[in-house]
């Protein structure tokens, strides 16, 4: 004992038997016998099961499963970079595809059904990428510095050289920051191998932000973020009127059309609203911190048939603009 210099007294009450709690892994190695997440209540003898993003909680409160991803809303948005899935419905937090990380300012987007990739371009990092719904498949297809705007492809039979043709269209907005010439925004079209190039609209137009078309009508609607309104075209130039144009709309920036609803994500309140276009009713579907970017609708069935080939032709590059 001259040696030692520290004495321990033994006493059960100094390691008291840990109480089991309810998070405890299972045999299985599960958690709570939950299959991602385990998240204790108040009490350690209960606890509530959650999913990884992109995972929806099964009818057994313990289970995970991925969603169908038919149908859903993609949005993307800055600070930090991410693109994001939404449920269509807003009684649902169901989140329908894995989040694409480390963006900065993802602002275009689209996706191919048949591969169940979400393509996107980084309009800070200059870099067109694509992933898959599943979080799989991440990869930049394209890096350039020049100016990334999406496209909206459109198909159109018609004549050349004698021979009846599939023809397809793209759609692009261009705008200036001068409130002082009304006209400076505009709506441009082309071929897909960028001839027969020419304005569609341009008159009382100021910041026109995102494209989307009605197949089924062959309509157009766009917002415009300087009016904080959204208008609609038929594709022949005609029928062009004002949809919305209610308080809701603070800088719009991303739109999506689906059936009889318009979706769009505003840029300055961050938030992603639903248009009823038979009633006018607007619902809130989420809130955000700014910035929001693009918004898509994720329809498989939209890019089904024998005229949806046009819609390989995503997103494109150009060099200039603002």
Known sequence: MESSNVIHVYHKLAQPTVRSHACEADPYGKAGGCA???????????????????????????SCKRPKNELFLFYGKGRPGIIRGLDMSVKSSDEHMV??????NPRALDFHAETGYIYFADTTSFLIGRQK????????????????????????????????????????????????????????QAWMDG??????????????????????????YWCDAYYDHIER?????????????????????????????IFWADYMNASIFQLDLLSSEVTLLR??????????????????????????????????GR
């Open 36 to 62: 991602h997440i385990c998240l204790l209540s108040g009490s350690y003898k209960s606890r509530t099961c959650r999913c990884r993003a992109g995972y929806a909680l099964g009818s057994d409160g313990t």
């Open 99 to 104: 989040p694409i990380e480390d963006l900065v």
């Open 133 to 188: 719904i599943d979080g799989s498949g991440r990869e930049t297809i394209l890096k350039d510095e020049s100016r990334l705007i999406g496209l909206l492809p459109e198909s159109e039979k018609g004549v050349r050289s004698g021979h009846m043709v599939q023809l397809c269209w793209m759609y692009w907005t261009d705008w200036e920051e001068d409130e002082v010439n009304d006209s400076i925004g505009r709506i441009e």
């Open 195 to 220: 001839s027969h190039r020419q304005i569609f609209v341009t008159s009382n137009m100021l910041w026109p932000n995102g494209l989307s078309l009605d197949h089924r009508t062959s309509t157009m």
């Open 233 to 261: 075209i038929f594709l022949n130039g005609t029928g062009r009127m004002v949809v919305y144009n209610g308080k809701e709309l603070n800088h719009p920036f991303g739109i999506s059309h689906y059936r009889n609803y």
């Open 287 to 320: 809130s955000e911190r700014p910035p929001l970017f693009g918004l898509r609708v994720y329809d498989a069935q939209s890019q089904l048939g024998k005229d949806s080939f046009c819609l390989s032709y995503i997103l494109h590059v150009t060099h200039g």
